[in-house]
Nanobody, 120 residues
Framework: LQLVESGGGLVQAGGSLRLSCAASGRIFGINTMGWYRQGPGKQRELVAGITSGGSTNYKDSVKGRFTISRDSAKNTMYLQMNSLKPEDTAVYYC???????????????WGQGTQVTVSS
């Protein structure tokens, strides 16, 4: 079972990027999913989360600029990032609380991270 991220890169301030996170392997169901980021010299922080029912939450500094969504049929989550700022520069990690069978509890899985660099 793994999470694979894609979509990172280098963009100028004010630009946009769309991150994807695809879960594959033995999956019975996925509960909460979300995106964390870790900037240079900083601790990892939650950027946005989304429940299985579609409820979302965002870090204050990204509200109105970032949009999290998921396609449950594809076990895939997205992060649309608009109006990017240099302070958004970080490695972005996706996570998912995954249930592997009807008899198990959810466990957290993490992606390998994707670099987002915003130049001024």
């Amino acid at each position: 079972l793994q999470l694979v991220e894609s979509g990172g890169g280098l963009v100028q301030a004010g630009g946009s990027l769309r991150l994807s996170c695809a879960a594959s392997g033995r999956i019975f169901g996925i509960n909460t999913m979300g995106w964390y980021r870790q900037g240079p010299g900083k601790q990892r922080e939650l950027v946005a989360g989304i429940t299985s029912g579609g409820s979302t939450n965002y870090k204050d500094s990204v509200k109105g600029r970032f949009t999290i969504s998921r396609d449950s049929a594809k076990n895939t989550m997205y992060l649309q990032m608009n109006s990017l700022k240099p302070e958004d520069t970080a490695v972005y990690y996706c996570y998912a609380a995954i249930v592997v069978s009807r008899f198990s509890s959810p466990s957290n899985y993490w992606g390998q991270g994707t670099q987002v660099t915003v130049s001024s």
